[in-house]
């Protein structure tokens, strides 16, 4: 019998080693876990790896001493290497159906093993793991920490814990948990690349640049790591160095739309608009779920004047976030550019319909249904957006204009008096001051006010010309404009509001 029994540890014993490489194995197979990665990405990762942990050598030796013991301790030690094994089994058949993506399925498995052995950390790690893929953020925290009390040196629950903590924008806390883990597992390549990453988004460019450039960093996350060198490169002004790491990145990964479009970011602060296009549409094509790669390719085709092409994108975005506020507002801009006030109404007022206290789209629809000549309805729209925000600029320009049209002229100036304030280098309100005063017969005034529309118009442009980046309302088509000496009827500068 002795035998026998020995034999059936033995068996066992080879049979949780068998099981422990065949988890090792798929453990290399599957993508290591990335700061902002989606959630089942890193969590797989981790799954594998806390199992490992739960049946590990030591544990099984530690069972085959029971059989050194009194019968009543052996009994007692019975029941608990029981318990661990049924833990044990749970938790592997837990990580064979996440793998599956079906987590409604394990996690009553986990809990199960929790039930039988409550101060399992592994089981505490992987239920942490399952509820931060679910999105329960702080019952996930929670879970991280027992695993962290239960065993210290858990790499797993600490590399997950720091992830969730990066995620949540805690960078402080986060480092100090990658830090932990580089302690315990020094040249760790998640960690010390999730060091980097967080250490970028504390702006310490120096640190985090020393962690990406290194090996350890780079083994399995290289595209990744040049994206972020390139964005420390940037961030310092280097717009060369910053295309080096993004066209490496490039060369590793092809379909990379983060880097697109942080190429696209910096081709427009060149004012290079061809160029920014081409990448924003690789962006918004390889990832059409950002609606922000939209957005900024429509407004990219406005400042190159295609307002056909960018009201197409923009009507597509509308059409793939339908419950956007920001898409719509955007088909009414570009609407607008085009000279299709229909179109532009129509939707400013369903992108209000989304968000009613939109102040950017209440301003655009102002001057929308003012340049129709329903000058009353224009006013009150107007003045709703400056009840909401009294200092935004376009309400205010707008509404000025709308009350020199109205030959309102006192009222205009108090109006026009404020917009400068708000935008001192803004040409157009010193032209429309310049008409108030004319009409008012005041002509110092009018004749400042002209000679700074002039000197503001002439900077403008030479600001363009030396290639600063211009602004969506810059570029917008304007109807012709006079400067008689004693103005009959007033022309207005046309603008655009927010620029995507």
Same mark, same amino acid.
């Given at each position: 019998?002795?035998?026998?029994? &020995? ?9 949780? *080693?068998?099981?422990? !490489? ?17 959630? $089942? ?29 009194? @019968? ?15 833990? /044990? ?80 924008? *805690? ?26 990453? /967080? ?9 985090? +640049? ?6 350890? /960093? ?29 066209? *490496? ?9 983060? !880097? ?41 085709? =406005?400042?190159?004047? $295609? ?82 925000? +009294? &200092?935004?600029?376009? +309400? ?28 001192? $280098? ?17 002509? /110092? ?5 002209? +000679? ?27 109807? @012709?404009?006079? =400067? ?5 009827? @007033?022309?207005?500068?046309? $603008? ?5």
């Amino acid at each position: 019998m002795r035998k026998l029994s &020995r034999f059936n540890s033995a068996a066992r014993q080879r049979e949780w *080693r068998r099981a422990l !490489v065949r988890l090792r194995d798929v453990l290399r197979l599957l993508a290591a876990p990335r700061l902002l990665s989606v959630p $089942r990405f890193f969590a797989f990762s981790f799954f594998i790896t806390v199992c490992l942990f739960v049946v590990s050598p030591q544990a099984l030796d530690a069972r085959a001493q029971t059989r050194r013991r009194t @019968p009543a301790a052996k009994a007692q030690t019975g029941d608990a290497a029981r318990a661990r094994d049924e833990a /044990a089994a749970s938790l592997v058949r837990a990580v064979k159906l996440l793998q599956e993506g079906r987590s409604d399925e394990a996690e009553p498995l986990v809990r199960r093993a929790l039930s039988a052995e409550p101060r399992n950390p592994d089981a505490h790690a992987l239920l942490g793991v399952i509820l931060d893929q679910r999105g329960q953020t702080r019952e996930a925290e929670a879970e991280y920490r027992a695993a962290i009390r239960l065993r210290p040196k858990s790499v797993p629950a600490r590399a997950n814990l720091g992830v969730l903590l990066a995620r949540e924008g *805690r960078y402080d806390e986060a480092v100090a948990a990658f830090r932990a883990v580089l302690a315990d597992a020094p040249g760790h390549p998640q960690a010390t690349f999730n060091l980097g990453v /967080a250490l970028f988004n504390l702006r310490r460019y120096e640190e985090a +640049a020393s962690l990406l450039s290194s090996p350890a /960093a780079q083994t399995q996350n290289a595209p990744e790591a040049y994206y972020y060198l390139g964005l420390i490169a940037s961030a310092r002004g280097r717009a060369e160095e910053a295309a080096e790491f993004w066209q *490496r990145a490039l060369s590793l990964r092809e379909n990379y739309p983060e !880097v697109n479009f942080a190429l696209a970011e910096e081709l427009r602060r060149q004012r290079r608009y061809e160029g920014a296009a081409e990448f924003y549409e690789r962006a918004a094509r390889e990832d059409p779920s950002k609606l922000v790669y939209h957005v900024r390719l429509g407004g990219v085709l =406005m400042l190159l004047s $295609r307002y056909d092409r960018a009201l197409e994108v923009f009507r597509g975005a509308a059409e793939r976030f339908p419950q956007s506020a920001e898409a719509e507002y955007f088909v009414g801009v570009a609407a607008r550019g085009r000279g299709d006030y229909d179109a532009s109404e129509a939707a400013l007022r369903k992108s209000l319909a989304l968000k009613a206290d939109n102040v950017d789209a209440l301003a655009q629809l102002g001057f929308v249904v003012g340049e129709r000549g329903r000058d009353e309805e224009a006013e009150q729209i107007l003045r709703r957006a400056l009840a909401l925000d +009294a &200092r935004h600029f376009y +309400a205010n320009y707008d509404l000025g204009r709308l009350l020199v049209r109205g030959r309102r002229y006192e009222e205009a100036i108090r109006v026009l008096e404020g917009a400068s304030r708000i935008r001192e $280098r803004d040409a157009g309100v010193h032209y429309q001051l310049f008409i108030a005063y004319s009409r008012l017969k005041q002509t /110092a005034d009018a004749e400042r006010e002209l +000679a700074l529309f002039k000197r503001l118009d002439e900077e403008r442009r030479a600001r363009r010309g030396a290639g600063e980046e211009e602004n969506i309302e810059d570029t917008l088509p304007t109807p @012709p404009t006079q =400067m008689p000496a004693a103005p009959s009827e @007033p022309e207005s500068l046309r $603008r655009d509001g927010a620029v995507p």
